[in-house]
């Protein structure tokens, strides 16, 4: 091996310009050897030169190459050595020119991607191949990035559910995937020789175009269009419009659309189910709401006041009991069709539940509203046929008038209800118009009488349950369980409007049964889910006490429920103990015998004298929640709390706290040794179903 005068080793190529001028030698070197892209010869499957920009390409020194150590087999990739060899092996077409690229390893083992530039000569008497070689690693990563996002595109494109199109700028279709011909009817190359026009049903063309404009001038849109398929079906759809641009020029209009048809006509079935009875197809009461507000609305200012009529029929429930449900509905349907022919386009007719009917009259002024209820009360008294059967019915009617823009849809039903129960319950007039002399609250009273006869039966009573905490642990100690009336269209009826008819009609002994068994069960059903057990508390009142066998129907629930006694517990209202029975006193004192807690429920608000305290032994005391509220605004209710804790633990008794709702009436109440504590703050009542009672046991 040579070597120049710079101790360098001479290759293959230098050794030619040993002899020559020192000018050739370094033009060759500045020229090749430093050249800012890669060359080499290949002579017998080895390096004989490479300058030292290959040398850096591929990360291995001019040495390593030239000695043999790293030939083209160890560089290139095995499943492109292929192209190399056969350039070798072909020794005809000498001064050739080649272009291909292959894969090569780096030292590091970096794989990158090659351009080799290749021209077989015969140097020497040999074969050899010279050339360069461009790293395109950059280049082929970029090309297969976006082959990938054109393929993604294209499956996007191809496979979407949904029809995918583009139109040019004349609303010609130029491209559709194959959605659009399961939406349409019409193949591709169908499709791609139309415009979007004569596929639009005409009513909505005039959007279309619209929106297509809109795309066009840039602005990206959604509506709904529906179609004509080539089958001749109507199809709803939801579009979507978006400019097409090329080199910031919008050359066209892109198009997503979804086939809705099907989702619309559930839409449409639900809304019936929402808004309209099923078997008369009248609107139901929510809808005749709505109604009735915007005519309340659309008549401010008017003269005219729209009027609310609420009729229900008599004997209704007799004539469907006495001839069968299928004529009942049958009946129901006549009598629909009578009141829709007996008003204007402009009223409304709707069915709230059984056999209450209600008109609203939006335009006719008092004369006419009066004139149209005997109308309607005529109608309705004539024969009516069905099923073989004939029976003539009357209607009892109310009338009430919109008293200006304040008052609200339910208020003016309520009220031609209330006139409607007082027409029912007097049968003095074919219909009563309602008026700040008649007695709403009775006619709501009767209203409830009523309903509360088939509450228990329809399951429209329900318990919800309020946690009772210890107020030292903050751990739970018992739950009162109070009771809630759901009527399907009175909505949530307060107790307090309804238990003190429940007692005047004596319903309130088959109501209070139901509630205690009701609770006992839920408690037993805690207790056997593992948790801790706690008292149920229930409200009783006195004249559940005064039934005879009012203890054995307590026991019988305990034994029937699997209940023990000690978990029960039974509030009594302070007035109670001013009712001086012998048969009152029995019944606590066996109450108690049997291991029953009682408690007191309201303390402070009666005229209790301190020896019913001392003579019954109540188990607790519950502090009414208006002294509790009166803690927060610093009044009288501080002492008379205070005091009302320190007797009840001077006679041994647990004192529980109403109707806590703020951190200042705990402070208070934790101050003057309150054991336990009841209100918001704490929980309100709910369904058992919504109660965490793990979390009520561990926090």
């Known amino acids: 091996m040579e070597y120049d005068k710079n101790n360098r080793k001479s290759s293959g190529i230098e050794k030619m310009f040993l002899s020559s001028d020192v000018l050739y030698k370094d033009l060759f070197d500045g020229m090749v050897h430093q050249a800012p892209i890669s060359m080499y010869i290949v002579k017998d499957w080895s390096y004989s030169y490479v300058n030292q920009h290959f040398c850096e390409l591929i990360g291995y020194s001019e040495e390593d190459l030239l000695n043999g150590s790293i030939t083209p087999n160890t560089l290139i990739h095995p499943e492109d050595l292929a192209i190399i060899q056969a350039r070798m092996l072909n020794s ?170 099907d989702e619309l006509y559930y839409k449409n079935v639900m809304e019936e189910l929402a808004f309209f009875d099923p078997l008369t197809r009248l609107p139901n009461r929510k809808l005749f709401e709505d109604r009735v507000n915007q005519a309340i609305e659309s008549t401010s200012g008017e003269k005219r006041r729209p009027a609310v009529l609420s009729l229900n029929l008599d004997r209704f429930k007799f004539i469907n009991d006495s001839f069968g449900h299928q004529f009942g509905d049958e009946f129901l ?58 029976v003539a019915i009357s209607a009892s009617v109310g009338i009430a008038f919109s008293i200006g823009p304040e008052e609200t849809s339910n208020a003016l039903i309520k009220k031609a209800d209330a006139a409607m129960y007082y027409t029912k319950k007097h049968k003095t007039n074919q219909y009563t118009v309602y008026s700040e002399e008649l007695d709403q609250q009775s006619a709501y009273r009767l209203t409830i009488e009523r309903e509360l006869k088939s509450a228990l039966t329809k399951q429209e009573m329900v318990l919800h349950y309020q946690p009772i905490i210890q107020l030292k642990s903050g751990k739970l100690s018992a739950m009162e369980a ?132 001392r003579q019954f032994s109540f188990d607790r005391v519950k502090i009414d929640r208006s002294f509790v509220e009166d803690i927060s605004k610093n009044l009288n209710g501080k002492a008379i709390t205070a005091t009302i804790i320190s007797l009840a633990h001077q006679l041994n008794m647990t004192v529980v706290a109403e109707g806590i709702e703020e951190q200042t009436q705990l402070a208070f109440l934790h101050g003057e040794n309150c054991d336990e504590g009841q209100g918001y703050y704490f929980g309100r009542p709910l369904p058992a179903e919504l109660h965490n009672l793990f979390t009520l046991f561990n926090q």
């Not at 009223?347 to 008092?366: H, I, K, M, W, Y």
């Not at 109070?482 to 949530?492: A, D, K, Q, T, V």
């Not at 006992?520 to 149920?536: F, L, S, V």
């Not at 108690?592 to 402070?604: A, P, Q, T």
């Open 92 to 261: 005809d077409n000498l001064d050739t020119y080649a272009r291909y690229r292959v894969r090569v390893y780096r030292s590091d083992g970096q794989l990158r991607h090659v351009e080799v530039h290749s021209t077989k000569k015969q140097w020497q008497n040999e074969t050899v191949l010279c050339g360069t070689v461009i790293d395109i690693t950059a280049e082929v990563t970029a090309n297969l990035l976006v082959k990938e996002n054109e393929d993604r595109l294209n499956s996007l494109f191809v496979h979407n559910p949904d029809a995918v199109f583009t139109f040019d700028l004349e609303g010609n279709f130029k491209t559709a995937n194959p959605a659009c011909e399961t939406l349409s009817g019409y193949s591709i190359s169908e499709i791609l020789q139309l415009t979007f026009s004569p596929m639009i049903v005409s009513e909505d063309l005039p959007t279309a175009l619209l929106h297509f404009r809109n795309a066009l001038s840039g602005i990206t849109e959604t509506y709904d269009v529906a179609i004509i398929r080539k089958d001749g079906k109507k199809r709803n759809l939801l579009v979507t419009n978006f400019p097409m641009k090329a080199n910031g020029t919008i050359i066209g209009a892109y198009g997503i659309a979804k086939d809705i048809t």
């Open 482 to 613: 109070l009771i809630r009336w759901n009527h399907p269209e009175l909505g949530l009826v307060p107790p307090d409007i309804f238990i003190p008819v429940t007692e005047e009609t004596g319903q309130i002994v088959s109501i209070g049964r139901w509630v205690l068994h009701t609770a006992c069960t839920q408690n037993k059903a805690w207790q056997d889910q593992g948790y801790p057990p706690i008292k149920i508390c229930v409200n009783i009142s006195t004249i559940q006490l005064q039934q005879p066998n009012f203890v054995q129907t307590v026991k019988a629930i305990l034994e029937e429920t699997g209940l023990s006694a000690e978990w029960l517990e039974l509030e009594v209202t302070e007035s109670i103990l001013l009712v001086d029975t012998d048969l009152l006193k029995c019944s606590l004192n066996s109450l108690k015998e049997l291991g029953v807690s009682m408690s007191i429920d309201d303390f402070g608000t009666g005229y209790t004298s301190l020896s019913y305290l």
């Open 333 to 390: 349907k006549g009598i629909a069709q009578r009141l829709l022919d007996s008003v204007n386009g402009c009223d409304t007719v709707g069915r709230f539940a059984g056999d209450e009917f209600a008109v609203l009259l939006p335009n006719l002024n008092q004369q006419e509203v009066f004139r149209l209820a005997e109308q309607l009360h005529e109608s309705l008294a004539k024969p009516f046929e069905a099923l073989g059967h004939a």
